[in-house]
């Protein structure tokens, strides 16, 4: 599994290389960036998803933190991985913009290092959960995305516990229809009843997805 790093992007060497030094003296995995186009230019490197957060400096050149934070939120990464601000300026506009966009946190210089310290480790504990969280939305949708589109849109009536001739009328199908749509959605998503399927839909619904509500029905 990939160890979780603090990728830290501060155009100061000074205080880059002190939060860098100090995070390993707690042995947290760390990279360095000296200004947001050469963070952004490792990240478009990747060739295999990463896991971590982002530490910037908010006023940096010729990039600065809150446009390094929009570049993340565009790439996807802005909601997989935390981003922590750093500002020496008390910039209180900037902070509340960087955290209606996300931001987990934001400081302001001069911090306590024990202080900083736990805020990293609470935010890549925030990460862990996170990740945790859209694994778990990706693993649904390819999984829903083996059924076919009336399949799910009978799941919910098959969730409700409906009887399959009440799903059948409604559906405007056969009762053998649905009786094959439900086998193949139980197998498909390895559930064995409709309470399992109802759970399975609410965590569904929970991590994003968006499943139908029911189907109306037939007139």
Same mark, same amino acid.
């Given at each position: 599994?990939?160890?979780?790093?603090?990728?830290?992007?501060?155009?100061?060497?000074?205080?880059?290389?002190?939060?860098?030094?100090?995070?390993?003296?707690?042995?947290?995995?760390v990279?360095?960036? =000296?200004?947001?186009?050469?963070?952004?230019?490792?990240?478009?490197?990747?060739?295999?998803?990463?896991?971590?957060? $982002? #530490?910037?400096?908010?006023?940096?050149?010729?990039?600065?933190?809150?446009?390094?934070?929009?570049?993340?939120?565009?790439?996807?990464?802005?909601?997989?991985?935390p981003? +922590?601000f750093?500002?020496?300026?008390?910039?209180?506009?900037?902070?509340?913009?960087?955290?209606?966009?996300?931001? $987990?946190? $934001?400081?302001?210089?001069?911090?306590?290092?024990?202080?900083?310290?736990?805020?990293?480790e609470?935010a890549?504990?925030?990460?862990?959960?996170?990740?945790?969280?859209?694994?778990?939305?990706?693993?649904? +949708?390819?999984?829903?995305?083996?059924?076919?589109?009336?399949q #799910?849109?009978?799941?919910?009536?098959?969730?409700?516990?409906?009887?399959?001739?009440?799903? %059948?009328?409604?559906?405007?199908?056969?009762?053998?229809?649905?009786?094959?749509?439900?086998?193949?959605? $139980?197998?498909?998503?390895?559930?064995?009843? %409709? =309470?399992?399927?109802?759970?399975?839909?609410?965590?569904?619904?929970?991590?994003?997805?968006?499943?139908?509500?029911?189907?109306?029905?037939?007139?």
């Amino acid at each position: 599994m990939t160890t979780p790093t603090i990728y830290l992007c501060d155009d100061d060497e000074g205080v880059r290389s002190s939060i860098a030094f100090l995070l390993r003296q707690h042995d947290l995995n760390v990279l360095t960036y =000296a200004s947001g186009p050469e963070l952004l230019a490792a990240l478009d490197a990747w060739t295999t998803p990463q896991r971590g957060i $982002f #530490v910037l400096d908010v006023r940096m050149e010729p990039l600065s933190g809150l446009q390094v934070h929009d570049a993340l939120i565009s790439r996807g990464l802005g909601t997989r991985m935390p981003v +922590l601000f750093l500002s020496g300026h008390g910039d209180i506009p900037m902070a509340v913009a960087a955290m209606a966009k996300g931001a $987990f946190h $934001f400081v302001e210089k001069p911090y306590a290092d024990d202080a900083l310290v736990q805020l990293m480790e609470r935010a890549l504990e925030q990460e862990v959960q996170w990740h945790a969280r859209m694994a778990r939305h990706d693993a649904m +949708l390819q999984l829903i995305a083996g059924l076919s589109r009336q399949q #799910v849109r009978l799941m919910p009536l098959v969730a409700a516990g409906e009887l399959n001739k009440t799903i %059948a009328w409604k559906m405007e199908l056969s009762v053998r229809t649905v009786e094959e749509h439900r086998r193949k959605i $139980f197998e498909r998503l390895n559930v064995h009843s %409709a =309470a399992e399927l109802a759970t399975l839909l609410a965590e569904a619904r929970a991590a994003g997805i968006d499943i139908p509500q029911g189907t109306p029905p037939a007139t």
